[in-house]
């Protein structure tokens, strides 16, 4: 399956009913996700989390366009002032406004400004550091990171994992899915549940205690993909599986992502599968701290390159 190229373009509608679909308050994480999901202004999971390859990696142009809309929704007053860190808030501006001719002639005028003086201060920072020309060349860029710093390298030290899991041998993979689920809370069954990959139906099985009284049946399907999307039949096929291990419950794990279909069989019938994608899986490696080490660095505000 082929992968459509993201082509850079203004994302700011996409946010607003992305926002206004989660209740008007949502992390930058959950906006990407139910644009993607939802495939708002026809941004599906291809384009959102598209990557460019470059000599030293890769970027994701998305969300270049993605920093600099939210800004931009900042500085006509449609959400809250941007906090690093924190979740993205409609005003009630940004609520109940009509969109259609957004940004209107007006808007347009404060969102230039606003860039043009950004761009000052960034040409002034970079002068110190390079010649005129190359400075000019790397503002932009410069901008696009400077909108959140955090999320921007968030971004590139996820997508170096995800990149490296989907190299790893199936083997390896079931493995160390096993591991993260393990400290999940389920607790592996190590005759069942430790299994190397042959397609035999699933890649792990274990027992997870939700209270004093109650453990229920758990059974894990792995799927290693570098493109595509996991489709409705794989789903059914694991609820068979299931049903054989007469298992309640299932995760299935994957380094792609779930057609729509696939989401609504996981959750119909009394055996629900929770679906976990490779966004959500460096998620979940980042919470419980699995073989990663973090670390901290400090970039400096513009006050530092404002003239008096």
């Known amino acids: 399956m082929m992968i459509m190229e993201y082509k850079r373009r203004d994302v700011q509608k996409a946010i607003i009913l992305a926002l206004r679909n989660l209740g008007g308050t949502a992390s930058r994480k959950d906006i990407k996700k139910e644009i993607a999901e939802s495939e708002i202004d026809g941004l599906d999971h291809d384009k959102v989390y598209f990557r460019k390859k470059t000599k030293n990696g890769s970027y994701s142009p998305f969300l270049f366009d993605f920093n600099f809309g939210l800004k931009n929704l900042e500085i006509v007053g449609y959400v809250e002032p ?41 040409y002034e920072k970079n002068k110190a550091k390079q010649n005129n020309t190359e400075a ?23 997508s170096q994992l995800l990149e490296q899991i989907k190299k790893f041998s199936p083997a390896k993979f079931e493995s160390f899915l096993r591991l993260l689920i393990s400290k999940m809370g389920v607790k592996i069954d190590k005759i069942k549940g430790i299994k190397l990959s042959g397609d035999h139906g699933i890649d792990g099985f274990g027992y997870f205690r939700s209270n004093e009284f109650r453990t229920s049946r758990v059974a894990i399907q792995c799927k290693r993909y570098t493109a595509g999307l996991v489709g409705e039949s794989e789903i059914r096929d694991f609820k068979g599986t299931m049903d054989s291990f007469n298992a309640e419950y299932g995760i299935f794990v994957t380094t792609s992502s779930y057609t729509n279909s696939a989401e609504q069989i996981a959750m119909q019938g009394n055996r629900t599968v929770t679906l976990i994608d490779g966004q959500e899986l460096c998620d979940l490696i980042e919470k419980y701290q699995l073989h990663i080490t973090p670390v901290q660095t400090y970039t400096l505000d513009d006050y530092y390159f404002e003239k008096d």
């Open 82 to 122: 941007l906090q690093r860190g924190q979740d993205v808030i409609l005003t009630d501006s940004g609520r109940s406004a009509d969109l259609t001719n957004y940004p209107d002639e007006l808007q347009n005028q404060k969102i230039g400004a606003y860039w043009n003086k950004k761009n000052t201060l960034r």
């Open 136 to 158: 000019k060349e790397i503002v932009e860029s410069e901008l696009g990171n400077s909108l959140d710093e955090q999320d921007t390298a968030e971004d590139a030290w996820k």
